[in-house]
């Protein structure tokens, strides 16, 4: 390894500034009279890049089209229920839960069953019969 002739630092290994002053390292006649003949016995190219072969094959899995997508809202998809599960988690939401305020607080409840019914259900009820993509 050789040091830096400005700091001192030693220097990595085909670096070609010096990692801690940041000063350029000149390279020796030899090495740039080898590189000339390297590159001159190349014909100008890179000796080590291979030749691009004649045909390419393509993967039939990139060039098949793809299958069309299917969005449901009766199906069940990893992001959503089945129909049936979602007809019961409408009862429950839409029935269920207001009759549970009705039992804990009796006439009372009135109000919450009214903002329950009014503002959250509609809502609930939108978000869970969302078409959802199938496949």
């Given at each position: 390894m050789a040091d830096c002739r400005s700091c001192g630092?030693?220097?990595?290994?085909?670096?070609?500034?010096?990692?801690?002053?940041l000063t350029p390292i000149?390279?020796?006649?030899?090495?740039?009279?080898?590189?000339?003949?390297?590159?001159?016995?190349?014909?100008?190219?890179?000796v080590d890049r291979a030749p691009a072969p004649a045909q390419w094959s393509a993967d039939p899995r990139h060039t098949a089209p793809l299958p069309p997508k299917e969005h449901s809202r009766w199906k069940?998809?990893?992001?959503?229920?089945?129909?049936?599960?979602?007809?019961?988690?409408?009862?429950?939401?839409?029935?269920?839960?207001?009759?549970?305020?009705?039992?804990?607080?009796?006439?009372?409840?009135?109000?919450?069953?009214?903002?329950?019914?009014?503002i959250v259900t509609p809502r609930v009820v939108r978000d869970l019969w969302r078409r959802t993509r199938v496949r």
């Amino acid at each position: 390894m050789a040091d830096c002739r400005s700091c001192g630092a030693r220097l990595f290994e085909n670096s070609t500034f010096c990692a801690r002053c940041l000063t350029p390292i000149e390279t020796d006649e030899s090495e740039v009279r080898q590189g000339l003949v390297d590159v001159a016995a190349a014909g100008g190219r890179w000796v080590d890049r291979a030749p691009a072969p004649a045909q390419w094959s393509a993967d039939p899995r990139h060039t098949a089209p793809l299958p069309p997508k299917e969005h449901s809202r009766w199906k069940a998809s990893p992001a959503s229920f089945s129909g049936p599960v979602k007809m019961i988690l409408t009862l429950a939401i839409a029935l269920g839960i207001p009759f549970a305020f009705y039992v804990v607080a009796g006439p009372l409840a009135i109000g919450a069953i009214a903002i329950w019914s009014i503002i959250v259900t509609p809502r609930v009820v939108r978000d869970l019969w969302r078409r959802t993509r199938v496949r």
